[in-house]
């Protein structure tokens, strides 16, 4: 197994740009997360999804989007990028109860300029 | 809301005990996960506690004490390898844990 994976690593932005950070699991876990994590900062819950179809928004939702259509693939989409946004951006997924570990992806580093 | 409260830094020397404390207050409260995190690396999953008492598995104990939002991490025979930031997280009432900043804990040797 993959387990978590998240493409790209690392990517520059100017403002106003767009871009989709990808995000997939083959464990077949229903929970999905997005995180982004500043310097010196703990891990901001971004948005989250229970299955299929079923999202809903975290502490820091203003800014982004997502969608899941598949169990696998959880994208999150910056529309109109600002240097706020730099940022080091987590996927993680978890099985079938919420109770239950997160197993994170190798993170995205984000730079907004 | 979440309020959660661990040392920003700890020192240590190589082969030692060391114990991270956090506390916190959290509504509806059922369980508190401790993850590692390695510099420039993805968090990885410790411990899980959702009774009060001590955990152990192997050199990393967690302790829960629900009463008082009260939680610690014990790490024994420190290794270089353990350098590495602690994060501390209890899960709310959506059963999604909300993570602290974090205690960063440099072994030396």
């Known amino acids: 197994n993959a387990g978590v994976t998240q493409t790209p690593k690392f990517r520059i932005l100017k403002i106003g740009q767009s871009m989709t950070l990808q995000c997939a699991q083959d464990m077949n876990h229903n929970y999905m997360y997005w995180y982004r994590q500043d310097p010196g900062m703990g891990l901001k819950l971004i948005y989250y999804?229970?299955?299929?179809?079923?999202?809903d928004k975290g502490e820091v939702p203003n800014g982004y989007n997502v969608s899941r259509s598949t169990t696998e693939d959880f994208p999150l989409r910056l529309e109109l990028a600002a240097p706020s946004q730099t940022s080091v951006y987590f996927c993680a997924s978890s099985s079938r109860t919420r109770i239950d570990e997160q197993y994170f992806g190798p993170g995205t580093r984000l730079t907004v300029t | 809301g979440q309020n959660i409260d661990q040392p920003t830094e700890m020192t240590a020397t190589e082969g030692a005990i060391v114990q991270i404390n956090c506390t916190y207050q959290t509504s509806g409260f059922n369980g508190l996960f401790w993850y590692q995190q390695h510099a420039g690396e993805a968090p990885t999953f410790l411990s899980y506690n959702v009774l009060d008492g001590l955990e152990e598995k192997g050199r990393f104990s967690s302790f829960l004490s629900r009463s008082k939002g009260y939680s610690y991490l014990l790490l024994k025979e420190l290794q270089m390898k353990d350098s590495a930031s602690y994060l501390c997280?209890?899960?709310?009432?959506?059963?999604?844990?909300?993570f602290g900043r974090g205690t960063s804990l440099i072994v030396h040797p």
């Open positions: 997280a209890p899960g709310g009432g959506s059963y999604i844990p909300t």
């Open positions: 999804s229970v299955g299929a179809g079923i999202t």
